[in-house]
């Protein structure tokens, strides 16, 4: 239910139909088009303080410049509102932040010291989708200007960065979102440089991200919330939510949403006129009574990152693309308004949750406990709850031109009772180690930990030490390039050995709040992990070779001295053909026995230490 199918019914009728038609398209836009019953318009907004948005009738939004504009003439206007920098794009933007607080609350220090909540909301980290971007600046001009919502910062500081992507917001178009309905021109899912900032929140590689990071270590939010409009399938909802639910996130977090969010919020919204729902993945695009899979994120992602390494609540919005913009930036509104709302009604539930989720992964470093498992990634089970899904009819037929089965979807809604596939198991967990242990020629590893505000200390002296740490094997790269790296695949075996790391090592001790983060970047298994990004590739790298008439000579000489070795051999001769076909292999064969062959190949250096250590070190400055 695009415009087009709008227009196309508008066409196709004479004089008489057209007024039969008329009716029938009011009633279905009224209906199902999105201007969702009820939703209402800001209170009491003079003409000249209507948003970019809003003066067009929600058919535009505004340029950077007119952003910016627009929130300097609001920080100029209230005295509640700044408006700063927080870093620069890569070409050379500035990356803008609305700080709104009463009592001059603008700063970390001032806000925890009058016991505000920081309340964080980003628009555009994907620039074509925009509702984040208009929602906020008619929000905090209610808040700051007309005052109609004056009491949404009485408890609270909120930080809204209405442009994230700003570069690939100016490459702006028609022809940016083919999914989307309106507004009529709007920004480019990734940055000038090509990448999505919505996968860079562990690996950083854009400059956006860099600046990001220095934001949240700043400010540590208490609560951040990630503005986004779907793709996929055609349903009711102009609104739909995710965040994390399961054992990766830590249990306070995820209690507070359940509770604050899902309990008070969402009704509240839906009283506005919105129709909201957890966000929808069809478990088979092509028909909806198959169910609905749960959307599941890693700490590459924004919404995933807060909760799964900062312990801290995060809300991802994605707003339904077919909706009209009115509806889309409105619903927004809503979710934001009312979030606002619990957060100053009852601000110490969720300083409690967040403190809590800090003080329980701060305090796994103290001791070691093998039984003490840290879930870093979970995956879906067949489990499902029934759900009633608010979707609209829909057909299903071949179609001549996939040859394949499509769907064609029709406006009349449609209640179907289909499974939510919500359960997950953990498939990657570890017991968190007192320390790991980088060698100092990692350079862009320690870097990284830095940039993300991870703590730690550059040893003064060489340090032999007892280190759990993981041989790989099987290692695999992906046949093509994702985000600008190549990720791998593989199999950690985990080792047990002494080693001795130089001077100039780093330690990071895992008794700090970012525990969970250090443990999704150092721990190879976890989903995002430095080594799956591709930081250590070259410990997979053969260095050292021996011709193959050395080898001959080589094999000769061991197979001589060796006799269970002549027998090992032999037996995987005979036993495995692909083996006994691969002349190199064979050779290899008793290259990889000789103490010519590289025992630190594939072997990973950053070391896990379980036990207490004395060791002269220095604190790493950020
Ligand atoms: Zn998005």
């Known amino acids: 239910m695009s415009r087009s199918h709008f227009r196309s019914a508008w066409l196709s009728v004479g004089l008489w139909g057209k007024c039969v038609t008329i009716g029938l398209a009011f009633l279905w836009f009224f209906m199902f088009g999105g201007i969702i019953y009820g939703q209402h318009e800001s209170p009491a907004v003079p003409s000249d303080w209507m948003t970019p948005a809003e003066r067009t009738d929600y058919r535009e939004t505004p340029r950077y410049a007119e952003t910016i504009a627009f929130s300097e003439r609001l920080a100029a206007a209230s005295p509640w509102v700044r408006l700063v920098h927080f870093g620069e794009s890569g070409e050379g933007r500035a990356l803008p932040l609305l700080i709104v607080a009463k009592d001059g609350t603008f700063t970390p220090e001032a806000a925890r010291k009058a016991s505000k909540v920081v309340v964080l909301i980003q628009a555009c980290i994907h620039a074509g989708e925009s509702e984040g971007k208009d929602a906020g600046l008619a929000l905090i001009r209610d808040i700051a200007i007309t005052k109609t919502r004056a009491e949404l910062i009485d408890r609270a500081v909120l930080l809204f960065i209405p442009i994230y992507n700003v570069d690939g917001h100016e490459r702006f178009g028609p022809y940016n979102r083919i999914n989307q309905n309106g507004p009529a021109e709007m920004g480019w899912r990734a940055t000038s440089a090509g990448l999505n900032l919505n996968r860079d929140y562990i690996k950083a590689d854009a400059p956006e991200t860099r600046a990001w990071l220095r934001l949240w270590n700043e400010w540590q939010p208490d609560l951040f919330i990630d503005c986004h409009t779907t793709d996929g399938a055609d349903f009711r909802y102009n609104i739909t939510y995710q965040f994390e639910r399961h054992e990766n996130a830590p249990m306070s977090i995820r209690q507070w949403m359940r509770e604050i969010f899902e309990g008070r919020v969402v009704p509240a919204v839906e009283a506005e006129g919105n129709l909201v729902s957890p966000y929808i993945v069809l478990h088979d695009e092509t028909d909806p009574a198959r169910g609905i899979d749960e959307f599941i994120s890693t700490p590459r992602f924004a919404t995933g990152y807060v909760p799964l390494t900062r312990n801290r609540p995060a809300l991802l919005i994605e707003t339904h693309m077919l909706k009209p913009y009115r509806s889309r930036v409105r619903g927004t509104y809503d979710v934001l308004r009312f979030m606002l709302a619990e957060v100053n009604r009852d601000p110490a539930s969720l300083i409690k949750a967040v403190r809590a989720a800090d003080e329980e992964a701060g305090s796994w470093g103290r001791s070691y406990d093998p039984q003490r498992r840290v879930a870093l990634e979970v995956e879906p089970t067949e489990g499902s709850v ?70 730690m200390r550059r040893i003064e002296e060489p340090l032999t030490v007892e280190v759990e740490s993981y041989r790989f094997r099987d290692v695999k790269w992906a046949p093509s390039s994702f985000e600008g790296r ?121 070391g896990r230490i379980l036990n207490p250590i004395a060791v002269r070190s220095i604190e790493l400055k950020p």
């Open 386 to 455: 029934p759900f009633l899904f608010k979707g609209v009819r829909y057909r299903r037929e071949l179609s001549e031109i996939s040859g394949a089965v499509r769907i064609i979807y029709e406006s009349e809604p449609l209640d179907l009772e289909v499974p939510l596939r919500n359960q997950a198991r953990v498939s990657v967990s570890v017991a968190p180690p007192l320390y790991y242990i980088v060698p100092p020629q990692w350079k862009s590893v320690i870097e990284l930990l830095a940039a993300h505000g991870v703590m």
């Open 486 to 606: 190549v990720l791998l695949s593989f199999v950690a075996d985990p080792i047990h050995e002494r080693r001795t790391y130089p001077r100039g090592s780093v330690l990071v001790p895992v008794a700090q709040p970012a525990a969970r983060l250090i443990l999704h970047m150092l721990e190879p298994q976890a989903p995002d992990s430095l080594v799956r990004w591709g930081f250590f590739n070259a410990i997979f790298e053969q260095k050292e070779y021996g011709e193959d008439y050395v080898l001959e000579n080589l094999a000769r000489r061991m197979i001589a001295e060796d006799p269970k070795l002549k027998e090992e051999f032999e037996e995987r001769v005979a036993r495995d053909p692909k083996f006994a076909a691969d002349a190199r292999a064979r050779l290899r064969f008793f290259y990889q026995r000789s103490p010519y062959w590289d025992a630190q190949l594939n072997l990973y250096p950053v």
